[in-house]
C-alpha cells in the first residue's frame, strides 16, 4: 500500500507563511534559544568526556548535582555564565565567549 506523505519543509514553510509578525518573532526566539542549548549541550558533553569524568564527578567538582550536568547535556537546560563558567573550572579550563 502507497501512501502520500509530505516533506517536512514544505509543512514548515506552510506553517511559518501563516503567521502573524509576531507570532515568527517568538518562533525565531525559541529558535535560536534551542540551538544555543544543543550547542551547548554539545560543549559540555565532549568537554566531559574529553576530561575522562562521570556526570557525577564533574558536578561534584563544579559543585552542582549530577542532575542538572545531564539537564545540560540533553539539552534541556541552559547553563547560565556562571554555571558554565563553574563547569569550565571544573574541567580544567576557563570561559571564553568569542564571535
Not at 550536568?69 to 547553563?79: K, R
Amino acid at each position: 500500500m502507497m501512501t502520500n506523505s509530505t516533506p517536512w519543509e514544505k509543512v514548515r514553510d506552510d506553517s511559518l507563511s501563516t503567521m502573524t509578525a509576531g507570532e515568527r518573532e517568538e518562533y525565531d526566539a525559541a529558535a535560536i534559544e534551542a540551538e544555543a542549548r544543543l550547542e551547548l549541550a554539545e560543549l559540555v558533553y565532549s568537554a566531559r568526556k574529553a576530561a575522562g569524568l562521570s556526570q557525577t564527578e564533574l558536578a561534584r567538582r563544579a559543585g552542582t548535582r549530577q542532575s542538572v550536568i545531564s539537564a545540560i547535556e540533553n539539552g534541556a537546560q541552559a547553563p547560565g555564565g556562571v554555571m558554565l563558567s563553574r563547569i569550565a573550572h571544573a574541567l580544567g579550563g576557563s570561559l571564553r565567549i568569542a564571535a
